[in-house]
């Protein structure tokens, strides 16, 4: 983050803007907006400004620019045509540290305008850090239509319940937890229509009901998929928002585990080969005593929750305590990193089905059904098989697969660090002795894999430069 996101109050706070162009009039107008006591310098006005100082919303000094304007203001803007002018006015603002905005020169700024999106007294700010105003706009208008004005209404009604709530829930995690409630379901809605009344009622049951249940969290089980953040499904996005604690695993991406709340407490479970942070029994344990403080507790994991991440284990013990839970599928690391290599894992020419084996088990061996996994016209992926590699080749040789089946590993894969070793069961060792991989890693094997060259679509910049 290059620049602190910041909203100034400058009601009645003398503010100068430099210029009497269109471009002054935008910066202008969203000053008044914010009841600023605006000062323009300049000579001539443009019209809508000239309307404006004539309607006595604004004071105009009718001349050029002048040093000791900038004496005793809030913040100054730069809008004229003149480039030298707008240097000066930033040098004697800097000077003087006032805040100072010139327009189209970011590196002369200490501060930016963003986009708004205004729902008073909501107010939703958009930048791209000084790098492309024209998508800062873009994305203003796209939120436009996701945040109606109504919002300002569901605004207004919360103000007037916050002392209420505070009163009658002293715990702060109920309060949260209601607030959740209230502003995502009935009440909310029932604002958004204008049926006023009905959200008072509706608010009434929310509090009583925040008031019996007080004590008790709950667990969030999410699947965070194999590491593109775009993946991530709209109830776990939610969900990630919610929590209390967060308690993640090595697997989860790091632009994940940023959209969870910003004050949500943090825990590393680790849970890597041979090395696990906190164990399993560890990790139960904890969720069940967060869970009974009152917490909302987010279990997020890399990929799926009921596919080799332990998810079953996790709720069993949930449940022998009593404790609530809900449980979001991610999409599996077979499924993303497959898809991202352009290696679909069935295909009518090729496979008729597709097997998902763990790399290792719970005593850390690998004693697999070799017969069936090397069985024909079938795709069979490796999770946590890195370390087995060579077990996995020599194995699937033996029980008869050609030493020309297709393999591919996919190292971080949908995310832009995605890397693909392919080659054949006889030569994969060759390769990835050459250039060895690092976990996560997933290993597919099937002719599926043939079909890459053709199907890639997703070419991350280290493929492109090895291309090249």
């Given at each position: 983050?290059?620049?602190?996101?910041?909203?100034?109050?400058?009601?009645?706070?003398?503010?100068?803007?430099?210029?009497?162009?269109?471009?002054?009039?935008?910066?202008?107008?969203?000053l008044?907006?914010?009841?600023?006591?605006?000062?323009?310098?300049?000579?001539?006005?443009?019209?809508?400004l000239?309307?404006?100082?004539?309607?006595?919303k604004?004071?105009?000094?009718?001349?050029?620019f002048?040093?000791?304007d900038?004496?005793?203001?809030q913040?100054?803007?730069?809008?004229?045509?003149?480039?030298?002018?707008?240097?000066?006015?930033?040098?004697?603002a800097?000077?003087?540290?006032?805040?100072?905005?010139?327009?189209?020169?970011?590196?002369?700024?200490?501060?930016?305008?963003?986009?708004?999106?205004?729902?008073?007294?909501?107010?939703?700010?958009v930048?791209?850090?000084?790098?492309?105003?024209?998508?800062?706009r873009?994305?203003?208008?796209?939120?436009?239509s996701?945040?109606?004005a109504?919002?300002?209404?569901?605004?207004?009604f919360?103000?007037?319940?916050?002392?209420v709530?505070?009163?009658?829930?002293?715990?702060?995690?109920?309060?949260?937890?209601l607030?959740?409630?209230v502003?995502?379901?009935?009440?909310?809605?029932?604002?958004?229509?204008?049926?006023?009344?009905?959200a008072?009622?509706?608010?009434?049951r929310?509090?009583?009901?925040?008031?019996?249940?007080?004590?008790?969290?709950?667990?969030?089980?999410?699947?965070?998929?194999?590491?593109?953040?775009?993946?991530?499904?709209?109830?776990?996005?939610?969900?990630?928002?919610q929590?209390?604690?967060v308690?993640?695993?090595?697997?989860?991406?790091?632009p994940i585990?940023?959209?969870v709340?910003?004050?949500?407490?943090?825990i590393?479970?680790?849970?890597?080969?041979?090395?696990?942070?906190?164990?399993?029994?560890?990790?139960?344990r904890?969720?069940?005593?967060?869970?009974q403080?009152?917490?909302?507790?987010?279990?997020?994991k890399?990929?799926?929750?009921?596919?080799f991440g332990?998810?079953?284990?996790?709720i069993?013990?949930?449940?022998?305590?009593?404790?609530p839970?809900?449980?979001?599928?991610?999409?599996?690391?077979?499924?993303?990193c497959a898809?991202?290599?352009?290696?679909?894992?069935t295909?009518?020419?090729?496979?008729?089905?597709?097997?998902?084996v763990?790399?290792?088990?719970?005593d850390?061996?690998?004693?697999?059904?070799?017969?069936?996994?090397?069985?024909?016209?079938?795709?069979?992926?490796?999770?946590?098989?890195?370390?087995?590699?060579e077990?996995?080749?020599?194995?699937?040789?033996?029980?008869?697969?050609?030493?020309?089946?297709?393999?591919?590993?996919?190292?971080?894969?949908?995310t832009?660090?995605?890397?693909?070793?392919?080659?054949?069961?006889?030569?994969?060792?060759?390769i990835?002795?050459?250039?060895?991989?690092?976990?996560?890693?997933?290993?597919?094997?099937?002719?599926?894999?043939?079909l890459?060259?053709?199907?890639?679509?997703?070419?991350?910049?280290?493929?492109?430069?090895?291309?090249e």
């Amino acid at each position: 983050m290059d620049l602190l996101p910041v909203f100034l109050d400058v009601k009645r706070r003398p503010c100068l803007v430099v210029g009497g162009g269109e471009t002054a009039l935008r910066k202008v107008r969203n000053l008044l907006r914010a009841g600023a006591a605006v000062q323009v310098v300049a000579p001539k006005l443009h019209r809508e400004l000239q309307v404006l100082a004539d309607q006595g919303k604004l004071e105009q000094i009718a001349r050029s620019f002048s040093e000791e304007d900038v004496a005793g203001m809030q913040l100054v803007i730069a809008a004229t045509d003149d480039s030298q002018v707008n240097q000066r006015v930033a040098q004697l603002a800097k000077a003087r540290e006032i805040p100072v905005n010139v327009v189209d020169r970011p590196e002369d700024c200490t501060f930016i305008l963003p986009s708004v999106i205004d729902r008073d007294p909501v107010v939703v700010a958009v930048s791209t850090t000084r790098t492309s105003p024209a998508l800062a706009r873009l994305l203003r208008i796209r939120l436009e239509s996701l945040i109606p004005a109504g919002y300002g209404r569901l605004a207004a009604f919360c103000a007037r319940y916050r002392d209420v709530v505070k009163r009658r829930l002293p715990d702060v995690q109920t309060r949260r937890r209601l607030w959740d409630r209230v502003l995502q379901g009935g009440v909310a809605e029932r604002v958004f229509s204008g049926h006023l009344e009905e959200a008072d009622a509706a608010m009434e049951r929310e509090l009583a009901l925040a008031q019996k249940s007080r004590g008790m969290g709950e667990v969030y089980l999410v699947g965070s998929g194999p590491g593109d953040p775009d993946l991530l499904t709209f109830r776990a996005l939610r969900l990630m928002q919610q929590a209390d604690v967060v308690i993640y695993d090595r697997l989860v991406a790091q632009p994940i585990l940023d959209l969870v709340r910003r004050d949500a407490r943090r825990i590393y479970a680790g849970k890597e080969r041979n090395h696990h942070v906190m164990r399993q029994e560890e990790i139960n344990r904890l969720l069940t005593e967060l869970a009974q403080q009152g917490l909302r507790v987010l279990r997020l994991k890399g990929g799926d929750p009921f596919i080799f991440g332990r998810g079953g284990e996790e709720i069993d013990t949930l449940a022998a305590a009593g404790i609530p839970f809900q449980v979001v599928p991610g999409i599996t690391a077979a499924s993303g990193c497959a898809t991202y290599t352009g290696i679909p894992l069935t295909h009518r020419d090729y496979a008729q089905s597709v097997t998902f084996v763990t790399g290792h088990l719970k005593d850390g061996s690998m004693d697999l059904n070799w017969e069936q996994l090397a069985q024909p016209r079938q795709t069979v992926v490796f999770y946590m098989g890195l370390i087995g590699l060579e077990i996995i080749v020599k194995q699937l040789m033996r029980h008869g697969v050609s030493p020309q089946m297709p393999i591919a590993l996919v190292q971080q894969g949908t995310t832009p660090q995605q890397k693909v070793y392919s080659g054949t069961l006889s030569n994969i060792l060759e390769i990835v002795q050459r250039d060895p991989p690092k976990p996560p890693s997933l290993i597919i094997v099937g002719e599926v894999v043939r079909l890459r060259d053709k199907l890639n679509w997703f070419r991350t910049s280290t493929e492109a430069s090895e291309k090249e």
